[in-house]
Protein backbone atom coordinates (compact mmCIF):
# COMPACT_ATOMS: atom_id res chain seq x y z
CA UNK A 1 0.00 0.00 0.00
CA UNK A 2 0.61 3.73 -0.76
CA UNK A 3 -0.64 5.95 1.31
CA UNK A 4 0.44 9.99 0.24
CA UNK A 5 0.57 12.81 2.07
CA UNK A 6 -0.29 16.12 0.84
CA UNK A 7 0.92 19.21 3.12
CA UNK A 8 0.17 22.51 3.16
CA UNK A 9 1.06 25.37 5.38
CA UNK A 10 -1.72 24.28 7.93
CA UNK A 11 0.75 21.91 9.01
CA UNK A 12 3.39 25.27 9.77
CA UNK A 13 0.67 26.78 11.45
CA UNK A 14 -0.72 24.26 13.63
CA UNK A 15 2.31 24.01 15.48
CA UNK A 16 2.63 27.70 16.28
CA UNK A 17 4.56 28.89 13.27
CA UNK A 18 3.29 32.61 12.09
CA UNK A 19 3.42 31.55 8.63
CA UNK A 20 0.10 32.64 7.10
CA UNK A 21 0.40 35.07 4.40
CA UNK A 22 -0.80 37.92 6.64
CA UNK A 23 2.03 37.52 9.19
CA UNK A 24 4.28 38.06 6.43
CA UNK A 25 2.76 40.92 5.03
CA UNK A 26 2.79 42.87 8.42
CA UNK A 27 6.62 42.06 8.21
CA UNK A 28 7.19 42.78 4.55
CA UNK A 29 5.40 46.13 4.66
CA UNK A 30 7.43 47.32 7.13
CA UNK A 31 11.11 46.33 5.21
CA UNK A 32 12.55 49.78 3.71
CA UNK A 33 13.18 49.81 0.14
CA UNK A 34 13.95 53.09 -2.12
CA UNK A 35 12.50 51.33 -5.56
CA UNK A 36 9.17 52.93 -6.29
CA UNK A 37 7.93 49.36 -7.70
CA UNK A 38 8.20 47.81 -4.61
CA UNK A 39 6.98 50.52 -2.37
CA UNK A 40 3.52 50.63 -4.41
CA UNK A 41 3.29 46.91 -4.06
CA UNK A 42 3.49 47.31 -0.39
CA UNK A 43 1.06 50.12 -0.66
CA UNK A 44 -1.72 47.67 -2.28
CA UNK A 45 -1.43 45.05 -0.08
CA UNK A 46 -2.15 47.19 3.03
CA UNK A 47 -5.18 48.79 0.88
CA UNK A 48 -6.06 45.33 -0.11
CA UNK A 49 -5.42 42.74 2.57
CA UNK A 50 -8.55 40.85 1.18
CA UNK A 51 -7.13 40.65 -2.26
CA UNK A 52 -3.81 39.18 -1.06
CA UNK A 53 -4.94 36.12 0.79
CA UNK A 54 -3.42 34.03 -1.86
CA UNK A 55 -0.26 35.90 -1.87
CA UNK A 56 0.26 33.90 -5.23
CA UNK A 57 -3.31 34.47 -6.89
CA UNK A 58 -2.90 38.17 -5.89
CA UNK A 59 0.54 38.31 -7.37
CA UNK A 60 -0.97 37.00 -10.93
CA UNK A 61 -3.68 39.79 -10.81
CA UNK A 62 -1.31 42.41 -9.97
CA UNK A 63 1.25 41.98 -13.07
CA UNK A 64 -1.16 44.05 -14.98
CA UNK A 65 0.65 47.00 -13.20
CA UNK A 66 4.22 46.20 -14.52
CA UNK A 67 5.02 48.05 -18.15
CA UNK A 68 8.42 45.81 -18.11
CA UNK A 69 10.11 42.43 -17.62
CA UNK A 70 12.66 44.23 -15.42
CA UNK A 71 10.00 45.48 -13.00
CA UNK A 72 8.24 42.77 -12.89
CA UNK A 73 11.68 40.93 -11.71
CA UNK A 74 12.24 43.43 -9.43
CA UNK A 75 9.04 42.84 -7.38
CA UNK A 76 8.92 39.28 -8.20
CA UNK A 77 12.63 38.87 -6.71
CA UNK A 78 12.07 41.36 -3.68
CA UNK A 79 9.08 40.03 -2.64
CA UNK A 80 10.60 36.47 -2.49
CA UNK A 81 13.66 37.35 -0.87
CA UNK A 82 11.85 38.75 1.96
CA UNK A 83 9.07 35.70 2.03
CA UNK A 84 12.27 33.24 2.18
CA UNK A 85 13.86 35.89 4.98
CA UNK A 86 10.43 35.60 7.25
CA UNK A 87 10.05 31.91 6.86
CA UNK A 88 13.42 31.53 7.54
CA UNK A 89 13.71 33.38 11.03
CA UNK A 90 10.28 31.47 11.59
CA UNK A 91 11.56 28.52 11.43
CA UNK A 92 14.25 29.41 13.71
CA UNK A 93 12.20 30.22 16.77
CA UNK A 94 10.88 26.83 16.61
CA UNK A 95 11.51 24.16 19.38
CA UNK A 96 11.79 20.83 17.99
CA UNK A 97 12.84 19.03 21.24
CA UNK A 98 8.43 19.65 21.83
CA UNK A 99 7.83 17.28 19.03
CA UNK A 100 6.60 13.64 19.96
CA UNK A 101 7.73 11.92 16.81
CA UNK A 102 5.98 8.88 17.34
CA UNK A 103 2.33 10.58 17.59
CA UNK A 104 4.01 12.20 14.48
CA UNK A 105 4.09 8.79 12.88
CA UNK A 106 1.27 7.10 14.15
CA UNK A 107 -0.46 10.10 11.94
CA UNK A 108 1.06 9.47 8.89
CA UNK A 109 0.17 5.41 9.42
CA UNK A 110 -3.37 6.05 10.39
CA UNK A 111 -4.82 9.50 9.45
CA UNK A 112 -8.42 8.01 9.47
CA UNK A 113 -8.41 7.79 13.05
CA UNK A 114 -9.54 12.06 12.84
CA UNK A 115 -12.42 10.51 11.01
CA UNK A 116 -15.86 10.13 12.70
CA UNK A 117 -15.97 6.28 13.37
CA UNK A 118 -18.36 5.10 10.33
CA UNK A 119 -15.46 6.62 8.12
CA UNK A 120 -12.95 4.92 10.00
CA UNK A 121 -14.34 1.70 10.02
CA UNK A 122 -14.45 2.36 6.01
CA UNK A 123 -10.84 3.40 5.88
CA UNK A 124 -9.55 0.25 7.78
CA UNK A 125 -11.90 -2.06 5.51
CA UNK A 126 -10.20 -0.64 2.46
CA UNK A 127 -6.99 -1.36 4.15
CA UNK A 128 -7.42 -4.87 4.46
CA UNK A 129 -7.22 -5.21 1.07
CA UNK A 130 -3.64 -4.61 1.34
CA UNK A 131 -3.27 -7.14 4.95
CA UNK A 132 -0.50 -8.60 3.18
CA UNK A 133 1.55 -6.19 1.36
CA UNK A 134 4.30 -3.36 1.98
CA UNK A 135 3.52 -0.29 3.02
CA UNK A 136 4.84 3.01 2.49
CA UNK A 137 3.93 6.43 3.08
CA UNK A 138 5.23 9.99 1.00
CA UNK A 139 5.00 13.00 2.04
CA UNK A 140 5.25 15.70 -0.55
CA UNK A 141 4.72 19.19 0.88
CA UNK A 142 3.84 22.81 -0.60
CA UNK A 143 5.81 24.66 2.01
CA UNK A 144 9.29 26.21 1.68
CA UNK A 145 10.43 25.43 5.39
CA UNK A 146 12.05 22.41 6.25
CA UNK A 147 10.12 21.65 9.46
CA UNK A 148 9.04 17.62 8.72
CA UNK A 149 12.58 17.47 7.54
CA UNK A 150 14.20 18.35 11.13
CA UNK A 151 11.45 16.51 12.90
CA UNK A 152 12.55 12.81 11.16
CA UNK A 153 16.43 14.12 11.88
CA UNK A 154 16.65 14.40 7.23
CA UNK A 155 16.55 10.52 7.47
CA UNK A 156 15.17 8.33 4.37
CA UNK A 157 13.59 5.00 4.18
CA UNK A 158 12.98 5.08 7.92
CA UNK A 159 10.54 2.55 9.96
CA UNK A 160 7.37 4.20 11.11
CA UNK A 161 5.15 1.90 12.67
CA UNK A 162 3.41 -1.31 11.96
CA UNK A 163 0.21 -1.70 9.78
CA UNK A 164 -2.91 -3.24 10.92
CA UNK A 165 -2.28 -5.92 13.78
CA UNK A 166 0.88 -7.31 11.49
CA UNK A 167 4.03 -7.02 12.15
CA UNK A 168 4.58 -6.10 8.83
CA UNK A 169 6.70 -2.45 9.03
CA UNK A 170 5.58 0.81 7.38
CA UNK A 171 8.26 2.69 5.71
CA UNK A 172 8.44 6.34 5.21
CA UNK A 173 10.03 6.92 2.28
CA UNK A 174 11.13 10.43 1.84
CA UNK A 175 9.89 14.16 2.06
CA UNK A 176 9.85 16.13 -1.18
CA UNK A 177 9.36 19.81 -1.50
CA UNK A 178 7.41 20.38 -4.70
CA UNK A 179 7.82 24.27 -4.32
CA UNK A 180 11.21 24.32 -3.28
CA UNK A 181 12.57 25.84 -0.06
CA UNK A 182 13.58 29.18 1.47
CA UNK A 183 17.25 28.98 -0.09
CA UNK A 184 16.37 26.55 -3.17
CA UNK A 185 14.58 26.75 -6.44
CA UNK A 186 11.91 28.57 -4.35
CA UNK A 187 8.61 28.60 -6.79
CA UNK A 188 5.97 31.30 -6.40
CA UNK A 189 3.42 31.63 -9.07
CA UNK A 190 0.00 30.71 -10.10
CA UNK A 191 -1.00 27.56 -12.13
CA UNK A 192 -1.40 28.75 -15.99
CA UNK A 193 -1.40 32.33 -17.94
CA UNK A 194 -4.91 32.25 -17.30
CA UNK A 195 -4.13 33.58 -13.87
CA UNK A 196 -1.75 35.89 -15.34
CA UNK A 197 -3.76 39.38 -15.82
CA UNK A 198 -1.34 41.17 -17.72
CA UNK A 199 -2.01 39.56 -21.43
CA UNK A 200 1.22 41.00 -22.88
CA UNK A 201 3.04 38.21 -20.50
CA UNK A 202 1.56 35.46 -22.00
CA UNK A 203 3.84 34.78 -24.42
CA UNK A 204 6.93 35.88 -22.48
CA UNK A 205 9.21 32.87 -21.99
CA UNK A 206 10.85 34.96 -19.20
CA UNK A 207 7.93 35.87 -17.44
CA UNK A 208 6.36 32.49 -17.74
CA UNK A 209 9.44 30.40 -16.13
CA UNK A 210 9.16 32.94 -13.26
CA UNK A 211 5.60 32.71 -12.19
CA UNK A 212 3.74 29.57 -13.72
CA UNK A 213 4.59 27.21 -11.65
CA UNK A 214 5.00 24.06 -13.81
CA UNK A 215 7.18 25.85 -16.20
CA UNK A 216 9.57 27.65 -13.15
CA UNK A 217 9.64 23.99 -12.12
CA UNK A 218 10.71 22.34 -15.95
CA UNK A 219 13.52 25.84 -15.63
CA UNK A 220 14.85 24.29 -13.23
CA UNK A 221 15.11 20.39 -13.72
CA UNK A 222 14.79 19.06 -11.01
CA UNK A 223 11.94 16.58 -11.77
CA UNK A 224 10.60 16.54 -8.19
CA UNK A 225 6.93 18.02 -9.91
CA UNK A 226 7.21 14.69 -12.54
CA UNK A 227 7.78 12.42 -9.15
CA UNK A 228 4.89 13.94 -7.35
CA UNK A 229 2.87 13.00 -10.56
CA UNK A 230 3.58 9.25 -10.26
CA UNK A 231 3.04 9.41 -6.70
CA UNK A 232 -0.69 10.63 -7.46
CA UNK A 233 -0.55 7.86 -10.18
CA UNK A 234 0.78 5.19 -7.85
CA UNK A 235 -1.15 6.61 -4.69
CA UNK A 236 -3.71 3.97 -2.77
CA UNK A 237 -4.45 6.48 -0.41
CA UNK A 238 -3.86 10.35 -0.65
CA UNK A 239 -4.55 12.75 2.40
CA UNK A 240 -4.22 16.56 2.20
CA UNK A 241 -3.38 18.54 5.25
CA UNK A 242 -3.45 21.82 5.99
CA UNK A 243 -3.97 23.20 1.98
CA UNK A 244 -6.18 25.65 1.21
CA UNK A 245 -6.77 24.01 -2.06
CA UNK A 246 -6.22 27.11 -4.03
CA UNK A 247 -6.22 27.41 -7.96
CA UNK A 248 -2.81 28.12 -8.23
CA UNK A 249 -2.19 24.35 -7.53
CA UNK A 250 -5.41 23.10 -9.73
CA UNK A 251 -2.90 20.88 -11.66
CA UNK A 252 -2.32 18.42 -8.65
CA UNK A 253 -6.17 18.73 -8.15
CA UNK A 254 -6.87 17.65 -11.71
CA UNK A 255 -4.33 14.72 -11.41
CA UNK A 256 -6.00 13.46 -8.72
CA UNK A 257 -9.56 13.78 -9.88
CA UNK A 258 -8.32 11.65 -13.05
CA UNK A 259 -6.88 8.97 -10.23
CA UNK A 260 -10.15 8.62 -9.23
CA UNK A 261 -11.43 7.67 -12.29
CA UNK A 262 -8.79 5.11 -13.04
CA UNK A 263 -9.22 4.05 -9.26
CA UNK A 264 -11.78 4.23 -6.54
CA UNK A 265 -9.06 5.51 -4.24
CA UNK A 266 -9.84 7.04 -0.56
CA UNK A 267 -8.96 10.44 -0.54
CA UNK A 268 -9.08 12.19 2.61
CA UNK A 269 -8.96 16.05 3.61
CA UNK A 270 -8.25 17.58 6.85
CA UNK A 271 -9.76 21.23 6.77
CA UNK A 272 -9.97 23.63 9.91
CA UNK A 273 -13.25 24.41 9.44
CA UNK A 274 -14.76 27.98 9.29
CA UNK A 275 -16.64 28.21 12.35
CA UNK A 276 -16.11 26.25 15.88
CA UNK A 277 -19.01 24.12 16.33
CA UNK A 278 -20.07 22.57 19.55
CA UNK A 279 -20.29 18.85 20.53
CA UNK A 280 -23.73 18.93 20.89
CA UNK A 281 -24.57 20.18 17.31
CA UNK A 282 -22.11 18.54 15.42
CA UNK A 283 -24.10 17.47 13.07
CA UNK A 284 -23.62 21.18 11.72
CA UNK A 285 -19.82 19.85 10.96
CA UNK A 286 -21.33 17.98 7.97
CA UNK A 287 -22.30 20.93 5.85
CA UNK A 288 -18.87 21.84 5.87
CA UNK A 289 -17.53 18.51 4.78
CA UNK A 290 -20.20 18.39 2.11
CA UNK A 291 -19.02 21.74 1.12
CA UNK A 292 -15.68 21.05 1.18
CA UNK A 293 -16.32 17.59 -0.56
CA UNK A 294 -18.21 19.94 -3.37
CA UNK A 295 -15.31 22.59 -3.31
CA UNK A 296 -11.99 20.40 -4.02
CA UNK A 297 -14.25 17.89 -6.81
CA UNK A 298 -15.38 20.56 -9.28
CA UNK A 299 -11.39 21.91 -8.89
CA UNK A 300 -10.78 17.99 -10.21
CA UNK A 301 -12.18 18.86 -14.11
CA UNK A 302 -14.57 15.62 -13.30
CA UNK A 303 -18.07 15.43 -14.48
CA UNK A 304 -20.87 16.23 -13.06
CA UNK A 305 -22.04 12.49 -13.45
CA UNK A 306 -18.31 11.66 -12.13
CA UNK A 307 -18.61 13.48 -9.25
CA UNK A 308 -21.58 11.83 -8.33
CA UNK A 309 -20.43 9.01 -8.49
CA UNK A 310 -16.97 9.57 -6.20
CA UNK A 311 -18.07 11.48 -3.77
CA UNK A 312 -18.40 8.85 -1.31
CA UNK A 313 -14.48 8.70 -2.09
CA UNK A 314 -13.82 12.11 -0.35
CA UNK A 315 -13.82 12.02 3.60
CA UNK A 316 -13.52 15.08 5.55
CA UNK A 317 -12.25 15.35 8.88
CA UNK A 318 -13.27 18.92 10.37
CA UNK A 319 -10.61 20.67 12.70
CA UNK A 320 -9.33 17.55 14.05
CA UNK A 321 -6.29 16.49 16.43
CA UNK A 322 -4.34 15.95 13.21
CA UNK A 323 -0.85 16.88 13.37
CA UNK A 324 -2.10 19.10 16.00
CA UNK A 325 -1.35 16.88 19.11
CA UNK A 326 2.88 16.57 18.38
CA UNK A 327 3.42 19.30 20.62
CA UNK A 328 4.83 17.68 23.86
CA UNK A 329 2.29 18.35 27.15
Not at 107 to 134: C, G, H, M, Q
Not at 166 to 171: A, D, K, P, R, Y
Not at 267 to 275: A, L, N, R, S, V
Amino acid sequence: MKILHIIGNGFDLNLGLKTSYKDFYDFYKVQESTKISINNLKKNISNNYKNWSDLELALGQYTEEFNSVDEFDEVIEDIGEQLAEYLKLEESKFNFTEIDKEVFFENLVKPEIYLPVADTNKINTFKNNFANSAWVVDIYTFNYTTIIEKIIEDKKNIRIGNHLKSTLSVTLRNVEHIHGYVDNRMVLGVNDISQIKNKEFHENVDILEAIVKEKCNMAYGHTIDNQFKTKIKQADIICIFGSSLGDTDNIWWELIGNKLKEKNIPIIIFTKGEEVISPRIGYKNNRTKRKMINYFLKKTKLSNDEIENLSSNIFVAVDSGMFKELLKK
